[in-house]
């Protein structure tokens, strides 16, 4: 029955992305949400079921489905600024499109259900996850807060453009993404190979971590250490990208919901369930 439960749980995921779909299509009046939302929901299931037959590649398949078509569709195609500036720059403008569904949907009200789930399986910037540094070689850095003043700059961008009355502000934004995105995976791989960590930049630059966190404290889905089964090994310590100890706090704030600490379990003493 718990076997049953976990394989039908992916679907779960699903349904509530083709909710979002189909109400998104109805009330905006556009296709586009249904073939989006339909798209992205599918590809995150289809990772959670390879995940769950234990296939050690199914957070990379779902990372380069998603984030690369953010990133070249939405992005560079359709000419969207996913990144923080676009969100400002449509929430100033009052309209609900592009980032602001993309933001409301994955880093504002979705970590209320599945935690920083974008960060482990998403994001198109964590495809530095390719990079050799899969286990951090050494202890986190306390650096945290250059992530709030990328979060400050991003802010203060979009401000200064709209106080000024600058022109042309879709094209800016459409430069500003490509440029964001440039300098985001420079200084994501340099950091990568300084400290010899994949996830460098999501632990010290990214400021849409500012969003995921505070809302990630009262997630639905969460990961649970039975004590009784453990036995010290530390092996789910030295996996975890993120710099966590999951026995002390499985539900740190800074996790992705990766598995890598499930995975690396001799006796399974680490899974996945919901808030009671």
Request: charged share 20%.
């Amino acid at each position: 029955m718990n076997m049953r439960r976990k394989r039908l749980a992916p679907f779960g995921m699903w349904i509530v992305f083709e909710i979002v779909a189909v109400t998104l299509w109805l009330t905006k009046d556009n296709l586009f949400y249904l073939l989006n939302f339909s798209y992205i929901g599918t590809s995150i299931t289809v990772g959670l079921l390879l995940f769950q037959f234990n296939y050690k590649h199914a957070r990379r398949i779902v990372q380069l489905l998603v984030g690369l078509y953010m990133l070249i569709y939405l992005g560079l195609i359709c000419r969207e600024n996913m990144q923080i500036e676009g969100f400002w720059y449509y929430l100033f403008t009052g309209v609900f499109e592009a980032a602001t569904i993309h933001y409301a949907v994955a880093k504002i009200f979705g970590p209320l259900l599945f935690g920083r789930g974008w960060c482990g399986y998403a994001c198109w910037t964590a495809m530095l996850d390719f990079l050799p540094y899969k286990k951090p070689q050494a202890a986190r850095k306390k650096i945290g807060f250059i992530r709030y003043i990328t979060f400050a700059f991003s802010f203060s961008f979009v401000v200064l453009l709209f106080l000024n009355h600058v022109e042309n502000m879709e094209k800016i934004m459409f430069i500003a993404f490509i440029v964001g995105n440039i300098l985001y995976y420079i200084v994501g791989i340099i950091l990568a190979f300084l400290f010899k960590d994949n996830r460098a930049f999501c632990k010290y630059i990214c400021p849409v971590t500012i969003f995921l966190k505070p809302m990630s404290y009262f997630s639905v889905v969460r990961v649970k250490c039975d004590k009784e089964k453990c036995i010290s090994c530390g092996k789910c310590k030295k996996v975890c990208q993120m710099n966590i100890d999951p026995v002390e706090n499985c539900n740190h704030l800074e996790c992705i919901r990766c598995g890598r600490c499930k995975n690396a379990c001799p006796v399974d003493a680490i899974s996945y369930g919901v808030r009671k």
